[in-house]
């Protein structure tokens, strides 16, 4: 039994923050986490960041976008919100992937927090030295 789902999935993560973003044809409803994005987004930056791929491919009004969205704080979570409906735009439709992929909407920031070694106050940081 085939199912016709007009769904289309996206996964995006960036640090610890994880995007699961649906996307369908539609009038631009964009929701994040049950809230409207420019709600759940408060700054401009992330905003205009979660945005991007809609932009970039002139399809604000084409799709709605539901994300649900965990893990980080707001820079990480519309990073990764950026990167999972850039995925999912790629898969509706194969012909933005080279527009998408020079803009650098398709590549997974893999840069991470780096964990505090012993004998010092944080990663790289040591304490503060003291002559006498």
């Known amino acids: 039994m085939v199912v016709n789902n007009p769904w289309t999935w996206g996964l995006g993560r960036r640090k610890t923050a994880v995007a699961r973003v649906r996307l369908k044809p539609g009038t631009g409803v964009f929701t ?7 709600e759940y987004f408060v700054t401009d930056r992330d905003q205009t960041q979660a945005k991007a791929p809609l932009v970039l491919t002139e399809s604000s009004d084409s799709y709605d976008v539901h994300v649900n969205v ?10 990764a919100v ?4 850039a995925r999912a735009i790629k898969e509706v439709n194969p012909a933005h992937f080279e527009g998408l992929r020079e803009a650098g909407l398709l590549t997974r920031d893999s840069r991470q927090v780096e964990r505090k070694k012993p004998g010092r106050r944080g990663a790289r940081r040591g304490f ?3 002559k006498r």
């Open 32 to 38: 994040v986490n049950n809230k409207p994005v420019d």
């Open 82 to 85: 950026l990167l999972g409906i």
């Open 70 to 79: 965990k893990g980080g704080g707001q820079n990480g979570q519309a990073g």
């Open 128 to 130: 503060q030295f003291s």
